[in-house]
Nanobody, 121 residues
């Protein structure tokens, strides 16, 4: 099995910053893509940022220039640095990994438990 544990959410004022982390553990042979998604109340889950095994990144238009995704391959960890936060960034943030376990030749999608980010004055 593969487990993802997120940390770093919380309450922040508009214009502030937060850094989310997501660490993977378990029967991991390789990790391909990593990403962060978010889901605001009453809305569908949306992709915020993604990073490939080669380090290529992709961002939602709404967060470009404000958020930065990065990864530490040695620690199986992905980060999301969020700056200049806005009230509309308020959501539950989920990490997602595409993992090939030791016991399979296929990759599977795994999700973190979610962490709340609230941007409010």
């Amino acid at each position: 099995q593969v487990q993802l544990v997120e940390s770093g959410g919380g309450l922040v004022q508009p214009g502030g910053s937060l850094r989310l982390s997501c660490a993977a553990s378990g029967s991991i042979f390789s990790i391909n893509g990593m990403g962060w998604y978010r889901q605001a109340p009453g809305k569908q889950r949306e992709l915020v940022a993604a990073i490939t095994s080669g380090g290529n990144t992709n961002y939602a238009d709404s967060v470009k220039g404000r958020f930065t995704i990065s990864r530490d391959n040695a620690k199986n960890t992905v980060f999301l640095q969020m700056n200049s936060l806005k009230p509309e960034d308020t959501a539950v943030y989920y990490c997602n990994y595409q993992v090939r376990p030791y016991y399979s030749g296929s990759s599977f999608s795994y999700w973190g438990q979610g962490t709340h980010v609230t941007v409010s004055s």
